[in-house]
């Protein structure tokens, strides 16, 4: 059981559910082991009825609510973040399975060790990781080219040839 930033109260944890009182607040970040993760609702448009743990996801344009389907990603000019524009804003990756419209935490910090990738099977420890596409990750080695919006985390380890997954030190995206 996590502690509940800003609540004053803990839930029992669940790792995704229709009903958002069963989890806490929405928007509302926990700490479970050291990692942060954020309760968000799954957006009803998502590249499949279910998204699935590790997938990439992407803030939409209202808040607190995610999609792993990139063309639903924010497109608001007037939602900028640090001074970029979000239409590929990365939110970060689910912490298990959610159907859409479900509520579920998202992990938005610390060390993932199943991100899904684009299936290249070509990243290498310390790339960069980027988003590549409706849920899934790629890699440049060149850093000063990743567009800030983009940008996940750096790999911990090569990608996972057999599993279509990299382990990622995420970036924490609050």
Do not use: W
Request: proline residues 3%.
């Amino acid at each position: 059981m996590g502690s509940n930033v800003g609540a004053g109260f803990s839930h029992k944890r669940y790792a995704s559910s229709d009903d958002v009182e069963k989890l806490g607040l929405l928007g509302q970040v926990d700490y479970v082991d050291g990692i942060p993760y954020k309760l968000v609702q799954v957006h009803t448009v998502c590249i499949s009825d279910v998204i699935a743990a590790g997938h990439v996801l992407y803030y939409t344009s209202t808040t607190n609510v995610v999609t792993n389907d990139r063309s639903e990603a924010v497109s608001d000019a007037a939602k900028h973040y640090a001074g970029v524009a979000p239409s590929d804003l990365i939110a970060s990756v689910p912490e298990s399975t959610a159907t859409v419209t479900y509520y579920m935490q998202m992990q938005i910090g610390g060390r993932n060790s199943a991100v899904v990738t684009n299936g290249d099977d070509d990243i290498a420890a310390g790339d960069s990781i980027i988003a590549s596409g409706d849920g899934t990750c790629d890699s440049t080695a060149t850093p000063a080219s990743v567009d800030p919006a983009t940008l996940i985390g750096i790999a911990a380890a090569a990608d996972v040839d057999a599993s279509d997954t990299v382990a990622v030190n995420l970036k924490y995206v609050g």
